[in-house]
């Protein structure tokens, strides 16, 4: 069972990412998927999440109205569109899976089974 990231890379302030993470092994239709950040020196966050059925979103305060997270099932990937960058949001972006019975939310504080490798997101001019 493996999440795979891709897509980060070094952009200038204002420019645009957008990071893919594809599972292999399983299928991601019985799972929610968040996205989560580690900056150089500070704690792991979390970014934002997906639910099952793709209905409930959730991001965290400094990337609402900027990132903007999907999922294709058919695909077995979920994508974080990242608009808008700023320095600040140069981190290391980890996707995961969590298996949920509630098919309409998630939450990034829940319990995630899997973690990709991740993926560095570097914004500087």
């Known amino acids: 069972l493996q999440l795979v990231e891709s897509g980060g890379g070094l952009v200038q302030p204002g420019g645009s990412l957008r990071l893919s993470c594809a599972a292999s092994?399983?299928?991601?239709?019985?799972?929610?998927i968040g996205w989560f950040r580690q900056a150089p020196g500070k704690e792991r966050e979390g970014v934002s999440c997906?639910?099952?059925?793709?209905?409930?979103?959730v991001y965290t305060d400094s990337v609402k109205g900027r990132f903007t997270i999907s999922r294709d099932n058919a695909k077995n990937t979920v994508y974080l569109q990242m608009n808008s960058l700023k320095p600040e949001d140069t981190a290391v972006y980890y996707c995961?899976?969590?298996?949920?019975?509630?098919?309409?939310?998630?939450?990034?504080?829940?319990?995630?089974?899997?973690w990709g490798q991740g993926t560095q997101v570097t914004v500087s001019s």
């Open positions: 995961a899976a969590l298996r949920s019975s509630v098919l309409k939310r998630c939450a990034l504080n829940g319990n995630y089974n899997y």
């Open positions: 092994g399983f299928t991601m239709d019985s799972y929610a």
């Open positions: 997906i639910s099952v059925v793709s209905v409930g979103t």
